[in-house]
């Protein structure tokens, strides 16, 4: 288990003070539908030995984490792109089943807060 809080609502409170109920709406919406293909990015570079994909891949859904507040999300794939910066594939490999369960929980966090539900919900 981890010490890090699963989302930060700082950074949630910062998009709805820039743009309100919709852009955070917005951005939740684009997190589910581009992480999971980066999720996969991962797991096929991974398995086709294309270590420039599973970067790549990690490097994008660290970003968009963060922009959300995923703090555990942003760790893992933040470690995962480290690692396959040194070439460490083994090592990366053996974290991505908890890279993609922390990207699942972060999915039910973030849920209550897509534009297609209204997004008015603060994540527990």
Request: glycine share 12%; aromatic share 4%.
């Amino acid at each position: 288990m981890t010490d890090e809080p699963l989302l930060d609502q700082s950074m949630l409170d910062k998009l709805h003070e820039w743009g309100g109920t919709e852009l955070r709406g917005k951005m939740v919406d684009l997190f589910f539908e581009n992480g999971r293909q980066r999720v996969d990015g991962v797991r096929d570079g991974l398995a086709s030995g294309d270590r420039e994909l599973a970067e790549r891949s990690a490097h994008s859904l660290k970003s968009s984490a963060a922009t959300l507040g995923a703090v555990r999300v942003r760790s893992i794939a933040g470690r995962i792109e480290d690692l396959l910066e040194k070439g460490d594939t083994v090592a990366a490999g053996a974290l991505f089943g908890e890279l993609n369960h922390r990207f699942e929980e972060a999915l039910g966090a973030l849920g209550s807060m897509r534009s297609a539900t209204g997004g008015t919900e603060t994540p527990k």
